[in-house]
């Protein structure tokens, strides 16, 4: 079993900036391919970005240019670096983790909004 903890969600205003943190209970976080996911109040779960083993990373078109996904291998943690935030970028924020038997485990999510 797998532990995943988001924290640094928050109130932010449009054009600001939040960093999330995903730490992973596992020995090594650079080993797995890590992705990040959000869900808006009435939607559904939706992609993020994802990073791979080799460091490779992918955006969705909704946050391409604005948000930057990377590791922290010393702290085992998944950061995602969020700017110039809009209003349609509140939602739950979900870690998720994908292990070598291929099971895969969420966090508990972290609330992100932007208000004025």
């Known amino acids: 079993q797998v532990q995943l903890v988001e924290s640094g969600g928050g109130l932010v205003q449009p054009g600001g900036s939040l960093r999330l943190s995903c730490e992973a209970s596992v020995k090594d976080i650079s080993s797995y391919f890590m992705a990040w996911y959000r869900q808006a109040p009435g939607k559904e779960r939706e992609f993020v970005a994802f990073i791979t083993t080799a460091d490779t990373t992918n955006y969705s078109d909704a946050v391409k240019g604005r948000f930057t996904i990377s590791r922290d291998n010393a702290k085992n943690t998944v950061l995602l670096q969020m700017n110039s935030l809009k209003f349609e970028d509140t939602a739950v924020y979900y870690c998720?983790?994908?292990?070598?038997?291929?099971?895969?485990?969420w966090g508990q999510g972290t609330q992100v909004a932007v208000s004025s």
């Open positions: 998720r983790i994908y292990t070598r038997d291929g099971l895969t485990y």
